[in-house]
């Protein structure tokens, strides 16, 4: 059996499509500053999990940074300060 026709029914039994997973793949690539600057249109489906593994990583490094930077930032400030900070942080 081929490895495609393996694929096709892994995917038929979870409900989703060839096409469908073309498309979404498709999508997360649109998604992807690393991939979407390239002049190529062709990169793999693998390659474009690989890169959102990637991107998802350093979005979650960015986060801790600015969390951090924010805990310093309160901890510095005098108490109206850091209450004007975190009454911005609620409205959002």
Known sequence: MSSRRSRSRQSGSSGISDDQIIDLVSKLQQLLPEIRNRRSDTVSAAKVLQE?????????????????????????????????????????
């Open 52 to 92: 959102t593994c990637n991107y998802i990583r350093s979005l979650h490094r960015e986060v801790d940074d600015l969390s951090e930077r924010l805990s310093e930032l309160l901890a510095n400030s005098d108490s109206a300060q850091a209450a004007v900070i975190r009454n911005l942080l609620m409205q959002q």
